[in-house]
């Protein structure tokens, strides 16, 4: 199977745990996408999303399926969405789309966090995926001072304006053993909006694209 074809298979399984007549929270990415597709197969289902971005956003009312302001709902009980690397632990890394601080917001709210990855994602340490640091543009040399202080090479991220207004940075060199004490450590620099670590807040279950099919993991 390809990889697109795993990503596919997991966007579709993800959809078995979204409740009927629920508002559920949803993803940005490739895979996210393909759980956007398999959501409008069952839209009659549901009452419809929120979104972490505003492509999901987008994609999400190409297809019909309303979208909610976050303060206005005040049961999430799912949210479904994909990752750039996770553990044996469930923490994960994300962000690669920029979409960071709100899948971060949502995650929080939310009652359980589905993650849907291909097999390529599963890792044994964080951080070969350069970490992404969502930053206030004014912040932008005093936070990378920090991050190199914490033993990492920032690059600045070029071109990109999150959907917040804020710029990236993206943290290379990182062998996170461990995940909470760093996203910690991240988010007290004065500047940083939030760190694309989720330890604190991982995934409740991870369904995985393989070669051999979908595997759970809990
Ligand atoms: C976006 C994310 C995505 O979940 C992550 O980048 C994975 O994307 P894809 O499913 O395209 O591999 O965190 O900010």
């Given amino acids: 199977m390809t990889q697109n074809e795993l ?10 745990y979204v409740p009927e007549n629920c508002i559920v929270g949803v993803g940005t990415g490739s895979t996210a996408n393909y759980f956007i597709d398999a959501l409008a ?12 971005s505003e492509a999901s956003v987008a994609r999400l009312k190409s297809h019909g399926i309303p979208v ?14 994909g990752a750039d690397e996770i553990n044996h ?5 994300k962000g690669g789309g920029a979409a960071l601080t709100r899948e971060k917001i949502i995650a929080a709210v939310a009652g359980q966090f589905i993650c849907i990855c291909d097999e390529s994602k599963l890792v044994d340490v964080l951080g ?8 206030i543009p004014m912040a ?18 070029e071109g990109v304006v999150t959907d917040n207004g804020n710029i990236i ?16 450590q991240i988010n007290q620099i004065v500047g940083v909006v939030t760190n694309g670590l989720f330890a604190h807040r991982r995934a409740d279950v991870l369904l995985l694209g393989t070669a051999n099919g979908v595997k759970t993991i809990k």
């Fill in 41 to 52: 197969e069952i839209k009659g289902q549901i009452k419809g999303a929120v979104s972490s």
């Fill in 7 to 16: 990503k596919e298979a997991v966007g579709r399984a993800a959809v078995a």
């Fill in 128 to 135: 070969n995926f350069p970490l992404p640091v969502e930053v």
């Fill in 89 to 93: 632990q469930l923490q994960m890394i």
């Fill in 169 to 184: 940075i993206d943290v290379h060199g990182l062998s996170i053993s461990q995940a909470t004490v760093l996203e910690t």
């Fill in 140 to 157: 932008r040399s005093h936070v990378a001072r920090e991050l190199v202080k914490l033993g990492g090479h920032p690059a600045y991220r």
């Fill in 68 to 81: 909610f302001d976050l303060n206005t709902i005040d049961d999430l009980p799912v949210y479904v969405d």
